[in-house]
């Protein structure tokens, strides 16, 4: 199992939470931890993944230790 | 009296230009605002509007200022608040563009969209207004949806690109050519209590696909759109002063929900 510490901004927090440590199987994707949070990216889809501070895809295997961070997609003018 | 003495007796007490003495020397020597403006900022005599930019921007700073040209993608949200910041901070040319008109649903944030003005160009509207604050800016404005993939000679005129729009397909087109183009752009965009920025930066970090995202959903309120103009505005500022640190590589957002701002690399 690895430790991932998640960080959800904006629209991601309601209902959910700010930042929580979470345990996953060896070899989770991003994609798997979305799904497993449940956020709500069907209303608010993904904008910046980033993990420890660097832009990663959906596909990015996570490591034991890693921070992730996911805000939502923002485009108003 | 040639235009140098007479506004150099007009400064004699603090250097500044008062808007009566402005307007006196525009109609004794039959030269427009700007002219005058121009003049004066050479000579370091600072027009009185002005005074209170100091010492945040310097006498020298401030006819760079005059000489520099801002093209500002959106007359809505963003776009109207930037214009009249730079206008009031006194950047010499400013180009906007929008093709929309002002509505109802407008109302709750975008400045200058009066019960007047609803139905009328935003791009025209925003024009008139500025003009209004400040008459030695030359302000161009074109009621026509920017194409940043055609009309690149219209961004390569321009000292900053300001993203003000909201349509990410568009975003991502515009950093696009400015990147290619060598031309500082900033980028800004609201949903809800959010913004993001980046400066200089391409945004298909941020934007996976050309679809629109959370503002759909959670709107664009008036303190949102403030908070986010001010940020573009001052690193237009900062870009052509070539002071301070811009966004340049890096992330910023923010979140007055919970009074967050955050700064990750891109």
Excluded: W
């Excluded at chain 2, 990147?179 to 980028?187: D, K, M, R, S």
Aim: glycine share 8%; hydrophobic share 40%.
């Amino acid at each position: 199992m690895i430790e991932i510490t998640v960080k959800l901004f904006a629209q991601y927090r309601a209902d959910h939470f700010k930042l929580e440590k979470r345990v996953y199987p060896k070899g989770t994707a991003v994609e798997g931890v979305i799904i497993e949070t449940g956020i709500p990216i069907e209303r608010f889809p993904i904008g910046v993944i980033m993990v420890n501070g660097r832009h990663f895809q959906e596909s990015h295997i996570l490591e034991d230790g890693d921070i992730l961070s996911l805000f939502p997609k923002v485009g108003g003018g | 009296m040639e235009l140098e003495s007479f506004l150099r007796q007009c400064a004699l007490l603090d250097a500044t230009l008062s808007l009566d003495d402005h307007r006196h020397a525009t109609e004794q020597f039959g030269l427009s605002y700007r002219e005058v403006e121009s003049v004066a900022l050479e000579m370091g005599i600072i027009p009185l509007r002005y005074l209170r930019n100091q010492s945040t921007i310097s006498s020298a700073q401030q006819k760079i200022l005059f000489d520099s040209h801002v093209l500002i993608v959106g007359c809505g949200g963003l776009g109207g608040h930037i214009a009249e910041i730079l206008t009031r901070i006194g950047i010499g040319r400013l180009s906007l563009y929008d093709f929309d008109t002002f509505e109802e649903h407008n109302l709750n944030r975008q400045n200058f969209s009066t019960l007047t003005d609803l139905g009328r160009e935003k791009a025209l509207v925003v024009k008139e207004a500025l003009e209004r604050i400040n008459p030695s800016i030359e302000i161009q404005s074109f009621v026509q949806k920017f194409d940043p993939l055609k009309e690149k000679q219209r961004l390569e005129e321009a000292s900053v690109v300001i993203d003000a729009v909201d349509n990410p397909q568009t975003k991502l087109d515009l950093a696009k050519s400015c990147q290619e183009l060598g031309i500082h752009f900033v980028h800004g965009a609201i949903a809800g209590m959010q913004g993001q920025f980046t400066t200089d930066s391409t945004l298909e970090q941020l934007y996976p696909n050309g679809e629109r995202g959370a503002e759909l959903v959670s709107g664009n309120p008036a303190f949102t759109v403030t908070l986010a103009a001010s940020i573009q505005a001052s690193e237009t500022i900062k870009l052509l002063l070539d002071i301070g640190e811009s966004l340049k590589d890096t992330f910023l957002v923010t979140d007055l929900l919970y009074n967050e701002f955050e700064k990750l690399p891109l």
